[in-house]
C-alpha cells in the first residue's frame, strides 16, 4: 500500500433518515439542453465534473462527496473548491483503502443518501470489486427490495493518458458490464459529463461512473450552466450515414469521428453512435442502425478478448445477422499489458479504423 502511495505521489505531482430517490433518470431531453446551450459557456470536461457535483451538493442535502484527497480537489482537480463551499462534513477525504471507500459509500446510501464516491484511479479500483459486485450489484435483489444502497455513485477516472503505463491507464469497464444490478456510463465531453453525472447520481440504482481522462482539459465546449440531466441506457447518434455503423464510447468517439470524416472523402457515409450507458446499454438505437447500413465497426481502448464490444456484436449478430453484409469489425486495444513506451502501437487510432471501415464496406 505505502510503494503504491509513493508511486502516484511520483506520477501525479449522515443522517439515519430515508430519502425517496427518483425513478426518471432524466428530467430533460437532448433536444432541451441543445436549446438552452446558449445561457452556458465554454468548460473543459473536469471543470463540467466540478459543476456537477456542485449542483448536486446544492440542490439534495444529503448528498457526500469522499475519496483519496477530495477535499484539495483531488488529483484531476475535480473537486476543486467543493470543500470550502460546503464543509468537510459534506467532502471528506478517505484513507487509501478503495474497499473501505465503497463499503462506506454503500452504508451511507443504504440510509438514505446519495453517496458520490472517488476513486482515484480506475487501476485501482479492483480491491474494491468485491464491494461493488457482490454487495452494491446485489443489495436490493438480496433483500427482496426491502433495502437498496440506490444511491451511490462511483467515480473513477479511465484510460490512456500518453504517460500512464501500466497502472494508469486501463479501461476495465467490461469487468462491471458483468455485474446486473450496477449500471455502468461513461461520458464523450463536457456537456455530456455533466448531464449523465447528474443523472446517475439520481437514479435509483449504483452507477459506476467512468470518466476519460485524457478528456479532462483536452475537450472544451460550451455547457449549460443550469441544472440538467441527460437520459441514461439511451445512445445518441452523433454523427448519420447509410454505409457502415460505428459504435463506441468516452474519448474514443473523437478518434472515430476523425476516421469517419477521412473515410467520407472517400464516399463513405457513416453513422457514429455514442453508447453513453454500456449497462445497460441501448440494443434498439444500435440494431436499428445496423439494418439500415448493413455493417457494424466497434472500437475500444480495452483489451479486444472479452471487451464489451464482443457482447455488442454478439447481440448485433442475434438480432441482425440476416441484414449483415459483412463481418463485424472490432477496432480495440492489444491483449497486452498497457504499455507505456509502446503505447502508440496499442492504441485503436484513427488509421486502424479507417482502414476497418474500408475493409468492412468493400467485403
Not at 441484414?323 to 469489425?329: D, M, T, Y
Not at 477496432?331 to 479504423?353: A, H, Q, R, S, W
Amino acid at each position: 500500500m505505502g510503494l503504491r502511495r509513493f508511486g502516484r505521489l511520483v506520477k501525479w505531482v449522515g443522517g439515519n433518515g430515508r430519502r425517496p430517490f427518483s425513478t426518471s433518470s432524466s428530467s430533460s431531453c437532448d433536444e432541451m439542453m441543445v436549446q438552452q446551450i446558449a445561457s452556458g459557456k465554454s468548460l473543459n470536461l473536469y471543470s463540467a465534473i466540478n459543476q456537477a457535483l456542485h449542483i448536486a451538493l446544492e440542490t439534495d442535502p444529503r448528498t457526500y462527496v469522499f475519496g483519496e484527497d477530495v477535499s484539495f480537489g483531488g488529483v484531476f482537480r475535480c473537486t476543486t473548491g467543493l470543500a470550502d463551499r460546503f464543509g468537510k462534513r459534506r467532502v471528506f477525504n478517505t484513507p487509501l483503502c478503495e474497499q473501505g471507500i465503497v463499503g462506506f459509500g454503500i452504508g451511507l446510501a443504504a440510509m438514505g443518501n446519495r453517496a458520490v464516491a472517488e476513486i482515484q484511479f480506475a487501476d485501482y479500483i479492483f480491491p474494491a470489486f468485491d464491494q461493488i459486485v457482490n454487495e452494491a450489484a446485489k443489495f436490493r435483489y438480496r433483500s427482496g427490495n426491502q433495502f437498496n444502497c440506490g444511491g451511490l455513485t462511483i467515480r473513477s477516472p479511465y484510460g490512456a493518458v500518453g504517460h500512464g503505463g501500466h497502472y494508469h491507464s486501463q479501461s476495465p469497464e467490461a469487468f462491471f458490464c458483468h455485474a446486473p444490478g450496477i449500471k455502468v456510463v461513461i461520458p464523450r465531453s463536457p456537456r455530456q459529463a455533466k448531464g449523465l453525472l447528474l443523472s446517475c447520481i439520481r437514479d435509483p440504482n449504483p452507477v459506476v461512473f467512468f470518466e476519460p481522462k485524457w478528456l479532462y482539459r483536452l475537450s472544451v465546449e460550451e455547457v449549460p450552466e443550469h441544472d440538467y440531466m441527460l437520459p441514461l441506457s439511451e445512445a445518441e447518434i452523433i454523427r448519420e450515414g447509410n454505409d457502415i455503423t460505428l459504435v463506441g464510447w468516452g474519448a474514443q468517439l473523437s478518434i472515430m469521428e476523425q476516421a469517419c470524416k477521412d473515410a467520407e472523402k472517400d464516399g463513405i457515409s457513416c453513422e457514429l453512435i455514442d453508447l453513453r450507458t454500456l449497462l445497460p446499454w441501448d440494443k434498439d438505437t444500435v440494431e436499428a442502425s445496423v439494418r439500415k447500413t448493413g455493417r457494424l465497426l466497434i472500437s475500444h481502448e480495452a483489451p479486444v478478448t472479452g471487451g464489451f464490444g464482443a457482447e455488442i456484436s454478439a447481440s448485433i449478430v442475434e438480432r441482425c445477422f440476416l441484414r449483415l453484409e459483412a463481418p463485424v469489425a472490432t477496432i480495440c486495444g492489444l491483449d497486452t499489458p498497457f504499455p507505456l513506451v509502446f503505447e502508440p502501437f496499442y492504441m485503436p487510432n484513427k488509421n486502424k479504423i479507417l482502414d476497418a471501415i474500408k475493409s468492412t464496406v468493400n467485403f
